[in-house]
């Protein structure tokens, strides 16, 4: 496997599990969302590098329903999407609740319709493939296969197993099936999404096999090197209007010492592929966009941006514009950040260097500026009842770390994550760093902490950084929220 050369995602934040499909000379991509509403971010690119976001295609609580007590990196795994039939579907599965479950929209942007429910298809990671004659074939990790209707979910007979990845490798996952020329391919993930993870594909005559795999897998992998991406894998195929071909992956950016810490989650990466005697190589590896515009929402009344997302759960009933003209309203519904049920309306984290900031109006309530990971790995900087004080949990561990008096009136909170200087091994990715802004930009910090208590080495589990705005308690108003890249 030739290493890759390249650094940047194309798609940064957590935007792990990515499936590409195109139409035309449009490309579109959607990636997991696991606890967080609405679900399953889709984008549309004409390059494959540069992404925009254009929707969620779960979006209503008639699509997504995320029990009050779905686990941290519990809800949506691993969507396929497709475009079949002048239709985009969208198959995912929601291990927290449904299962798997079909959707489908003439525009990607949305509506997408309500679901189709596949209570007979068990597995994660399903992959929808039409042949020839319109079957169509849900394939899911294991890895195992259905014939489906994905008009009703109904299967058309037993579940087969039709590979079993690489001898000895671990969780063959993430199946892909692509007609490409005389076969059938399927490309899967293999070795678990840590530092030992890799795609491997085999191809067959037919949908169903059988197939025989590469004899150069895995085709892409990063275990055992010093890239400074790793945890590749979890990819799936694109072929462009020119006839070339194209991969996207999933890989982590760690940073600082020994063992080194991701904080932003598994990003979407880009990597060319050719073919040598019907073979994928995956060549060296496309750099996404260095920079991004700072971004400023004022909350006024048309509705929140698609990057806004709260776990298990928004409605108008505590999370909502207008209610105060051109603020954001946040009704606490008696939880904090400990809890799964709190009130936080955040965006991810896609850079290793930004700025979050935020005029918050307390004067009815205790909320602030959070940088979340999970119930039990968050820093936040909380004001009300006349004190603005910085709170970091880690596991157990749950210290209010500075506090200071707070006169009355609307407040601007600021997190700023500043890369740590490379050090030895027991160096850190970041630091994270909390305080107020006076309305002349003077910035009184609070608190500077170790960031790498909020990443996934540490906290585990399958999300990034998520930096936004909550309510603990009573009623807190958002004036403003801008997040700055600063790499
Ligand atoms: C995804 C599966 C995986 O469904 O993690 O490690 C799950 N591999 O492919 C969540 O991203």
Redesign the pocket.
């Known amino acids: 496997m030739r290493p890759m050369v390249g650094t940047h995602p194309v798609i940064s934040g957590f935007h792990?599990?990515p499936s590409v499909c195109r139409v035309g000379e449009d490309y579109y991509l959607a990636c997991?969302s696991f606890e967080y509403y609405p679900g399953v971010p889709v984008f549309h690119s004409r390059d494959l590098v540069h992404w925009t976001q254009i929707g969620n295609a779960l979006d209503r609580p008639t699509q997504l329903r995320l029990p009050p007590d779905t686990a941290s990196s519990g809800g949506l795994?691993?969507p396929t999407l497709r475009h079949h039939d002048g239709l985009f579907w969208l198959i995912v599965t929601n291990v927290s609740g449904d299962g798997n479950l079909i959707v489908t929209a003439t525009d990607p942007a949305g509506p997408w319709s309500d679901p189709v429910f596949l209570p007979d298809v068990h597995g994660?990671?399903p992959d929808l493939a039409w042949d020839e004659d319109g079957t169509c074939w849900c394939t899911v990790?294991g890895v195992s296969q259905y014939r489906i209707d994905p008009k009703t979910g109904e299967t058309l007979g037993p579940a087969r197993k039709i590979w079993s990845g690489t001898p000895g490798a671990l969780?063959p996952?993430?199946p892909h099936l692509h007609r490409i020329g005389a076969y059938w391919y399927l490309l899967i993930?293999e070795g678990?999404?840590e530092r030992g993870?890799a795609v491997s594909i085999a191809r067959g005559p037919a949908p169903d096999g059988p197939f025989e795999p590469c004899p150069a897998n895995p085709v892409l992998t990063h275990r055992g090197t010093r890239h400074p991406v790793q945890n590749t894998g979890?990819a799936d195929l694109v072929e462009a209007p020119d006839g070339t071909w194209w991969m996207v992956h999933l890989g982590v950016r760690a940073r600082g010492g020994t063992p080194g810490w991701h904080v932003l989650g598994?990003e979407t990466f880009l990597a060319p592929v050719t073919w040598e005697d019907g073979w994928p190589v995956v060549g060296e590896h496309i750099d996404g966009p260095h920079t991004a515009e700072p971004s400023r929402d004022d909350f006024d009344d048309t509705g929140l941006a698609p990057y806004w997302v709260s776990p298990r759960h928004r409605s108008p009933a505590d999370c909502t514009t207008g209610e105060r003209p051109g603020w954001l309203t946040l009704h606490a519904r008696g939880a904090s950040l400990d809890d799964t049920g709190v009130t936080f309306l955040g965006r991810r984290q896609q850079h290793l260097a930004c700025r979050a900031r935020a005029l918050v109006d307390v004067a009815q309530g205790t909320g602030g500026l959070a940088v979340r990971l999970d119930e039990r790995h968050h820093y936040a900087i909380e004001a009300g009842d006349g004190e603005v004080r910085v709170r970091a949990r880690v596991g157990t561990l749950d210290p209010v770390v500075a506090t200071r008096a707070l006169p009355p009136g609307p407040v601007t909170l600021r997190v700023d994550v500043t890369p740590a200087p490379p050090g030895g091994p027991r160096t850190g990715p970041d630091t994270i760093t909390l305080g107020t802004e006076s309305p002349d930009g003077t910035f009184t910090e609070l608190a500077t902490l170790d960031g790498r208590y909020l990443s996934t080495e540490v906290a585990g589990g399958?999300t990034g950084r998520v930096i936004g705005t909550y309510a603990a308690h009573g009623t807190v108003h958002v004036d403003w929220f801008t997040y700055e890249p600063l790499e």
């Open positions: 792990p599990d997991s795994y691993a994660i990671d990790a969780a996952e993430a993930a678990g999404t993870h979890h598994r399958f």
